[in-house]
């Protein structure tokens, strides 16, 4: 039950396929009794067992249902067997039987397609939300979580949760309600029977209840391994010229193996310890159908206290239970097992987005006067990457950052951009802080080329798209050629029609980095953040990248970080930075006439 509250705001959209499934599977319940009891008549007219009755019953109200519906089944048989020979009443019976079974199974199966609908549908909202939440989850959230642990969750944990779902309702109608029906024909069929029946239940239920103990724990173990060799595979895709460069395979290979030796260990455990369940609640069925045996056929035969067909239905019947009590010993280990994913996937659906804009955000559609960076401070787990960092960027100019490597360029861009907030201090876009402003509204401002090109396997088109959704191809054309790319691209045999592989591998890393720039010139925004990538880059395609950083700057407030200093020379303010604080600022030309650290930087580079 808490299972399913929990999942509740999944499923309630697809209720009426759970009532549609709880209806038939109340007459498959009622029909699978039925089918069995009918069984009783027809062993009675095979050994001449029937009651003779030729005075047709008159109906006296529900009170006498049963004795109502056995006289005129008896009825029936005297007469018809009279009239027709017994041959013929055997057929009518067969017909009866077969009726019964056929319209068990067909409840059964519409009660199954129903509930299909209900467990895809909570399937595919729980993908959707999942993938939804690792939209909107801010970056550092993936610092932490190795990705190939999300893809197990959204592929493998969903899908037991799927199962599960199943395995609810049978649990919690299908087959307690089928116990039931027997039950109660049981005891219509002979109360000291079924007494001395249910004094073996208890008993098999502890035995079956022990075996599914800390079944969740452990399927909670293989799941997760599940995440880590996931993440292996990640990795490896996405890292295999370096690992066939260092010749590590075997590193990532045994890495891989400890993983799936774990998951195998784990996994084995885990399903015998299910395989275990079905054997032993047979035999603990079959135990109790040999003692029902032994006290039945003693009234049978000694007592005379029970008819044949009637001994011979009521074992059927207690057959019956046995199945039911089967599937709900398994139903519970699924149950448990997709408890337990369910838990992994809420996690991650659940987890309090840090960056949610403020209920009352503003949209913010023009940029009119400046971005401030007022006293910033700014870690992202112990120490200060940022200390009182102060910068003006007035409209319509240029700010390079430059500086070391790790001395906080990439993450002036990161807390710009808000995809971080600050620690101390705040930053204003025409006065009014970042975080007044909807995120969505702060990043339509922005065009953003990160320091590793980030393209998809896609076409270049659809690649460019991504900066504006309704672009035309003569748009697109311009924005590759502000950017220095469509020299090559119409070169290639599809022109922007052309797929660029996995993580745009099939281009050159500096024609990379021009599409990541013609992207974010496509979008046209009023301001851009460059974090020019390190890569180097021959002088050539340096040259094409800085032409094309160059035609991207005019006319446009932007924040560049440059490792190459050449291509920031005639940006209206250099700021300098070590160490997360400004130690420079100011123009080239002030900057190399103060021959400090700038000036340094600058001979470094020109020594090179
Ligand atoms: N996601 C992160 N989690 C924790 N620490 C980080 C993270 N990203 C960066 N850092 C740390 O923050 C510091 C500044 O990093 P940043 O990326 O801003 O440097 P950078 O100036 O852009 O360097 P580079 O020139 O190499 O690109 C570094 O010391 C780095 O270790
Ligand atoms: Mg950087």
Known sequence: ??????????????????????????????????????????????????????????????????????????????????????????????????????????????????????????????????????????????????????????????????????????????????????????????????????????????????????LKKKSNRVQTEQGVFLSTLEETLSGLKVIKGFNSEKRFNDKFQASTNRFYNFSNVLMNRQNLASPASEFLGIATIAALLWYGGSMVLIENSLSGGAFITYMALAYQILTPAKAISKASYKVKAGNAAADRVLEIIETPSLLEDKPNAKVKTDFTSDIKLNNISFKYENDLVLKNFTLQVPKGKSVALVGQSGSGKSTIANLVTRFYDVNEGSITIDGENIKDITKHSLRGLMGLVTQDSILFNDSIKN????????????????????????????????????????????????????????????????????????????????????????????????????????????????????????AEQGTHAELIAKNGVYKKLVDMQSFE
């Open 1 to 214: 039950m808490d299972y399913i509250k929990k999942l509740s705001r999944f499923i309630v959209p697809y209720k009426r396929y759970g009532y549609l499934n709880i209806f038939f599977n109340v007459l498959y319940a009622l029909f699978s009794t039925l089918a069995m009891v009918s069984l009783m008549p027809m062993i009675n007219v095979l050994f001449g067992e029937t009651e003779k009755l030729t005075i047709k019953p008159v109906y006296k109200g529900i009170k006498e249902l049963k004795s109502f519906g056995e006289d005129y089944l008896n009825y029936f048989v005297t007469t018809t067997n009279e009239s027709d020979g017994p041959q013929q009443t055997l057929l009518y019976m067969i017909i009866l039987i077969i009726s019964l079974f056929l319209l068990k199974n067909i409840f059964n199966y519409l009660a199954l397609f129903f509930i299909t609908f209900l467990r895809n549908g909570v399937l595919k909202d729980l993908r959707d939300s999942i993938y939804n939440k690792v939209l909107t989850l801010p970056i550092s959230y993936y610092s932490e979580k190795k990705k190939g642990d999300i893809i197990a969750r959204i592929s493998g944990d969903v899908n037991e949760v799927k199962n599960s779902l199943l395995a609810v309702l049978e649990l919690i109608v299908k087959e307690p309600l089928t116990i039931v029906f027997a039950i109660v024909t049981m005891f219509t069929i002979s109360m000291k029977l079924t007494i001395f029946v249910f004094l073996f239940i208890p008993v098999a239920g502890l035995i079956i209840s022990r075996i599914g103990k800390s």
């Open 463 to 582: 690649n460019l798209l991504l900066g504006k959704e309704d672009a035309t191809d003569e748009e697109i054309i311009e924005a590759l050629n502000i950017a220095n790319a469509w020299e090559f691209v119409k070169d290639l045999p599809n022109g922007i029609d052309t797929n660029i592989g996995d993580s745009g591998g099939k281009l050159s890393g500096g024609q990379q980095q021009r599409l990541s720039i013609a992207r974010a010139v496509l979008k046209n925004p009023p301001i851009m953040i460059l974090d020019e990538a390190t890569s180097a880059l021959d002088t050539e395609s340096e040259r094409l990248v800085q032409d094309a950083l160059e035609n991207m700057m005019k006319n446009r407030t932007s924040i560049v970080i440059a490792h190459r200093l050449s291509t920031i020379q005639s940006a209206d303010q250099i700021v300098v930075m070590q160490k997360g604080e400004i």
